[in-house]
Nanobody, 124 residues
Framework: QVQLVESGGGSVQAGGSLRLSCAAS????????MGWFRQAPGKERQFVAG????????YYADFVKGRFTISRDNAKNTVHLQMNSLKPEDTAVYYC?????????????????WGQGTQVTVSS
């Protein structure tokens, strides 16, 4: 099991940028697929981006392609989500998640461990 702690959330105006970080502890980080999800008030949690254990295969939800970039540093047990050109509809709590089975999933049920979330608020 891996423990995950997100940071880097905050408030920003539309068009701005934020960089989220997720610090992981546990021996399985380096072999786990990592993902970012988000959940806005009254809405279901949705997949944002994922990255394979090696970092060689990032993948994204269509609504963030070209704006968000996921990356990982296995030496530092961290994964990042660089968010550019933010829109008010990106406002949500963002969660880091890991899949010890190293699948390239996009469902919440594909991921085994979750962080506590970090709030991102984008104002117009």
């Amino acid at each position: 099991q891996v423990q995950l702690v997100e940071s880097g959330g905050g408030s920003v105006q539309a068009g701005g940028s934020l960089r989220l970080s997720c610090a992981a502890s546990g021996r399985t980080f380096g072999t786990s697929t990592m993902g970012w999800f988000r959940q806005a008030p009254g809405k279901e949690r949705q997949f944002v981006a994922g990255i394979s254990w090696s970092g060689g295969r990032p993948y994204y939800a269509d609504f963030v392609k070209g704006r968000f970039t996921i990356s990982r540093d296995n030496a530092k047990n961290t994964v990042h989500l660089q968010m550019n050109s933010l829109k008010p509809e990106d406002t949500a709590v963002y969660y880091c998640a890991s899949d010890i089975r190293s699948r390239l999933g996009t469902l919440s049920s594909d991921f085994n461990s979750w962080g506590q979330g970090t709030q991102v608020t984008v104002s117009s």
